[in-house]
């Protein structure tokens, strides 16, 4: 029954926050807890010895990161916010549902897995620094921002590595029964999704109708993003023999994370960019695992 119902709890968990978006607004508090938890559930299946860093990881790592300052400051000049929520469409890590897709699409799984960790890592570094730059916190010496922004980033992205890490040296056996019950995360995500979309749509009714023209254009901005990351990982990949991982690792982003951070640290309103990216690249998964499953 519950397998059955997967294919729909996206839209559904969409709809039902943005429907009774004052309940799940006021349950934001719990978005920084539950992305903890579902790092925690994926680390906790990663042995060390499957991190193996390939010179295609450097370009997606490299592409993630410049790819965000370039699209930030060719479109700052047009509006900030614009810029801020195009931006975290690209900064955002690596989902950690990827390498479920890439599975399903017979791609290099252990690839994939190894440039989840390796782009969760980078941004808890990178992200404070380019948050203080161009966030809510410009108000503040870089020193202080950067501080303020990098205790809870870190905490929540590298903590839950070196949580699952201790106890799989220590407690093997506890690691192996937590990986048991790693599905989990996926109701998690999807509890996680209807209060993210309740807290933009908040936002998005307490503004005036006169920013619904940057809502659109930060909507189409990410649709544009998303199918053009998903099409430059994959030709890189290709080059690496590692096609799916390479448009995977790219193009399927932590939303929920990078929803939390534009929430916390940008205008609010950016976050409508990770907001329609989970619709986006939901569609461009749904058909790269129609088509593949054709092919069989």
Known sequence: ML??????????????GAIFYQFFGALSFLTPYLIFVM???????????QIRLSRLHAWLIL????GSIVVFLLLYPINVTLSQG???????PTATAAPVITGMLKGNVASLTAYSLISNMTVAIVAPVMFSVVGSYQSLPFFESFVAISKPVLLLLITPFVLAVLIRKFKPVITEKIGLYSGFSFYLWSFSLMIVTGRTVEFMMKQESSDYIIEILIAVAALLL?????????????HYDD???GGQGLGQKNTILAIWMAQMYLNPIASIGPGSYVLWQNMI???QVWRKRKSL
């Open 3 to 16: 397998k059955k119902f997967k294919p729909y709890m996206m839209p559904v968990a969409m709809t039902l």
């Open 39 to 49: 790092l925690f559930l994926t680390y906790c299946n990663l042995k060390l010895s």
């Open 63 to 66: 592409i993630q990161i410049s």
């Open 86 to 92: 195009a931006m975290i469409c690209v900064l955002a």
């Open 226 to 238: 998303c199918i053009s990351q998903f099409l430059v990982g994959r030709r890189i990949g290709k």
């Open 243 to 245: 096609t799916v991982a």
């Open 285 to 287: 998964n749904s058909y």
